[in-house]
Every structure is written in C-alpha cells, then in structure tokens.
Nanobody, 117 residues
Framework: QVQLVESGGGLVQAGGSLRLSCAAS????????MGWYRQNPGNERELVAV???????NYADSVKGRFIISRNSAKNTVYLQMNSLKPEDTAVYYC???????????WGQGTQVTVSS
C-alpha cells in the first residue's frame, strides 16, 4: 500500500523559511492530487495548499504569497516551501495524496513546524 513519509519540519524564527517534503513509498503507481494540511490543538485541520496532477494549485488565504507547493510526479513527491513564516503558522503539517479515481486520501504521519516570535 502507499505510505507517505514527511521531512523538513523544525523550529524557526518569525520571518524565516522552511521547506517540507513528502515522498510516497513503493512503486508501480502515480499519485494524482497531493496537498498539505495543518492542525493545532483545539483547531480543525486546515487545508494549506493543494496541487493537481497537472500542476494546478490552490492555497489557503492565510498563506497566499508566502507558501509555494510543488511536486515531482515521477517520484511521487510533493514539497511545501514556506517563506516569511509567522507564529500563527505553528502547527503539525500533514502530507496527503490520492490515486487517480479514488476519493479518500493517504496521510503522512505529520511533521511539527514551530515559529517563534
């Protein structure tokens, strides 16, 4: 089955940058839509950014102009470049992906991003 492995989280000061990555294990498949969610305790999980199989992107209003989602479809990998980070960006970030024609997402384990003021 497909497994998503995330990396790149950490601690950064406000105004700094981080780059998250997420790669799907296995072979013999091509993941379609991929994206990133984030969640803090007491809050609902929020869609941060999504990218389609042909590169169309959508972003949450709170991150537009600061974050960039990209992918290497041949490697079933998605990235999230996070710039001008703010303390309110602090959250656990989750990678998602789905196979073409499927409804449900696969989920990564989550990676902690902490932005200090």
């Amino acid at each position: 089955q497909v497994q998503l492995v995330e990396s790149g989280g950490g601690l950064v000061q406000a105004g700094g940058s981080l780059r998250l990555s997420c790669a799907a294990s296995g072979s013999g498949f091509r993941i379609g839509t991929m994206g990133w969610y984030r969640q803090n305790p007491g809050n609902e999980r929020e869609l941060v950014a999504v990218i389609s199989s042909i590169g169309l992107t959508n972003y949450a209003d709170s991150v537009k102009g600061r974050f960039i989602i990209s992918r290497n479809s041949a490697k079933n990998t998605v990235y999230l470049q996070m710039n001008s980070l703010k303390p309110e960006d602090t959250a656990v970030y989750y990678c998602t992906g789905r196979l073409p024609g499927q409804v449900d997402n696969y989920w990564g384990q989550g990676t902690q991003v902490t932005v200090s003021s």
